[in-house]
């Protein structure tokens, strides 16, 4: 964990999928050693359209452990990772464990999904959290951007008065 690295939230979701495409172009870009981190603040499991809901519900904990780990890798194995990047898996709510994973990275990028309504009430948002307490900017990279660090970088947010950049 140090200051030659970017840290980005990893889920399955289309905004996370653009952060890691754009935090993994600007490490290739930089140099700099990526790590995405997936956070999960209580088990679930993945479900296949093919697979019997009776049958799902007697999976052990390990089984859906198993599974949903080996969909997240999928997704962080889509951008082709170099042997030195990682990925990390985490338990806890996704803004607390992003902000304290980042704490001496370079960068932590994080995908900005669309939630308005009542589903920003319920939900909360990682991003607002990441934004207020990082110690280190954060860039925010909204679903369905393509990477473009030499033409376009999405906004940066300074860090926060809790905290400074390494």
Avoid: K
Avoid at 23 to 42: E, F, I, K, N, Y
Avoid at 61 to 68: L, N, T
């Amino acid at each position: 964990m140090s200051t030659r690295e970017i840290v980005v939230g990893l889920d399955d979701s289309g905004s996370a999928r653009a952060a890691l495409r754009w935090a993994s172009d600007h490490a290739r870009h930089t140099g700099l050693v990526l790590r995405a981190v997936h956070a999960l603040s209580w088990p679930f499991g993945v479900r296949s359209p093919d697979r019997d809901t009776e049958a799902e519900r007697h999976l052990s904990f390990d089984e859906v452990d198993a599974r949903y780990r080996a969909s997240i890798t999928a997704v962080f194995d889509e951008i082709n990772p170099r042997p030195d990047w990682l990925i990390q898996f985490a338990r806890g709510d996704a803004g607390p464990v992003l902000v304290r994973q980042s704490t001496n990275a370079s960068l932590l990028v994080i995908g900005t999904p669309e939630h308005v309504g009542l589903g920003r009430l319920i939900a909360g948002s990682v991003g607002h959290y990441c934004l207020s307490h990082a110690a280190c900017p954060v860039v925010a990279v909204p679903a369905g951007r393509e990477p473009a660090v030499e033409v376009s970088t999405p906004a940066i947010a300074e860090p926060s008065a809790e905290g400074a950049c390494p």
